[in-house]
């Protein structure tokens, strides 16, 4: 038998199996009480604990799930748009839509046109056009395109 778990390891573990239930039931109806009762929490401290440990509310990281894996199915059926945000979990054509919009930056009919299929594991592909905000900029990064520097 192991060594204890800290109160931080035993937290990310109750906050991992959460997650790691969203990953798997995606595309079903999810609430926060179902997933606060895996991880052991109250309702209210679940989405805080949550978004401490992942910089996201549960409901954005499902969200960003669901539209990667639409971005996915866009990418490599030619399903239509309204059958592939259902089968992501959108009960709705409008809120996947909008959603997909703010999280990738163009429509899903729009990001079906500019990418072609790729054979690349889906976890890669999620992890490239993921956006992301600028890097902060360092002291070599300012030297590397400052062309006036030695």
Same mark, same amino acid.
């Given at each position: 038998?192991?060594?204890?778990?800290?109160?931080?390891?035993?937290?990310? /573990? %109750?906050?991992? $199996? #959460?997650?790691?239930?969203?990953?798997?039931?995606?595309?079903?109806?999810? !609430? =926060?009480?179902?997933?606060?009762?895996?991880?052991?929490?109250?309702?209210?401290?679940?989405?805080?604990?949550?978004?401490?440990?992942?910089?996201?509310?549960?409901?954005?990281?499902?969200?960003? /799930? %669901?539209?990667? $894996? #639409?971005?996915?199915?866009?990418?490599?059926?030619?399903?239509?748009?309204? !059958? =592939?945000?259902?089968?992501?979990?959108?009960?709705?054509?409008?809120?996947?839509?909008?959603?997909?919009?703010?999280?990738?930056?163009?429509?899903?009919?729009?990001?079906?046109?500019?990418?072609?299929?790729?054979?690349?594991?889906?976890?890669?592909?999620?992890?490239?056009?993921?956006?992301?905000?600028?890097?902060?900029?360092?002291?070599?990064?300012?030297?590397?395109?400052?062309?006036?520097?030695?």
């Amino acid at each position: 038998m192991g060594r204890p778990l800290s109160a931080q390891e035993d937290t990310n /573990r %109750r906050m991992l $199996r #959460a997650r790691d239930e969203m990953d798997r039931r995606y595309a079903e109806p999810l !609430d =926060v009480p179902t997933l606060a009762a895996i991880a052991h929490l109250s309702v209210s401290q679940f989405g805080r604990v949550f978004k401490d440990v992942y910089g996201e509310t549960p409901h954005r990281y499902l969200q960003r /799930r %669901r539209v990667e $894996r #639409a971005m996915t199915l866009l990418r490599q059926t030619d399903r239509p748009v309204t !059958d =592939v945000a259902w089968d992501v979990g959108f009960a709705s054509l409008g809120t996947f839509s909008r959603t997909f919009s703010n999280i990738v930056g163009s429509s899903p009919t729009e990001f079906r046109s500019e990418h072609e299929p790729v054979h690349v594991p889906s976890c890669f592909i999620a992890a490239w056009t993921r956006r992301r905000e600028a890097a902060p900029r360092t002291a070599v990064s300012e030297k590397r395109d400052d062309p006036d520097a030695g």
